[in-house]
């Protein structure tokens, strides 16, 4: 395969998996909201996203200048580190769960890592994928936001493939596993 599909190849399934990280947090809702698991209210499970949508403006504006600054394969990498570190630590916290002290403070700064990772990626993916396509610019970006949409609908079919929500970690310590795979090819 020459060198420009691989990029292209690995630009789109970032995209994909970009997708899916952002919304593992909303797909695993039941498992925030079980007393057995997580015990959250529904107050603060909405408040979980406060912190995710404030990183995800602001890395979004400051995606650009960093890009001028630091150049994309540091800004791209920044975002995947932060995405792997979140679902990471989300895989961790089944260690925690008897600590209710522990478990919203970490939900929020992991739900702030994804925020920021997300806005750092898809903004650095966007014109990733419009270089890479020749004149077909407009064409690329629609399939990258394609694969990022179908990502972020995988998320809940993850939680419904491991069956019971007494399993709910094996769907960050996947996500971890193949983001993992991806930023080592990227």
Do not use: E, H
Request: glycine letters at 10%.
């Amino acid at each position: 395969m020459n060198s420009r599909i691989a990029k292209i190849t690995v630009v789109y399934v970032l995209a994909f998996f970009t997708g899916l990280n952002f919304v593992i947090f909303p797909a695993l809702s039941s498992a925030f909201t079980d007393t057995s698991l997580f015990g959250l209210s529904s107050a603060q499970f909405g408040n979980l996203f406060i912190p995710q949508v404030i990183c995800i403006i602001t890395s979004c504006l400051a995606a650009p200048f960093l890009v001028n600054k630091a150049g994309p394969k540091l800004i791209l990498g920044t975002g995947l580190v932060l995405m792997m570190a979140a679902t990471a630590g989300l895989w961790g916290l089944q260690f925690f769960m008897g600590d209710q002290s522990v478990l919203f403070p970490a939900l929020m700064v992991l739900v702030a890592c994804t925020g920021t990772g997300f806005g750092l990626s898809i903004t650095t993916l966007n014109p990733l994928a419009a270089s890479l396509s020749g004149n077909n610019k407009s064409s690329s970006i629609l399939i990258l936001q394609f694969l990022v949409g179908l990502g972020t609908s995988a998320s809940p079919l993850m939680i419904n493939a491991v069956g019971s929500l007494q399993n709910w970690m094996d769907v960050p310590g996947t996500v971890f596993i193949l983001v993992a795979v991806l930023f080592i090819f990227s």
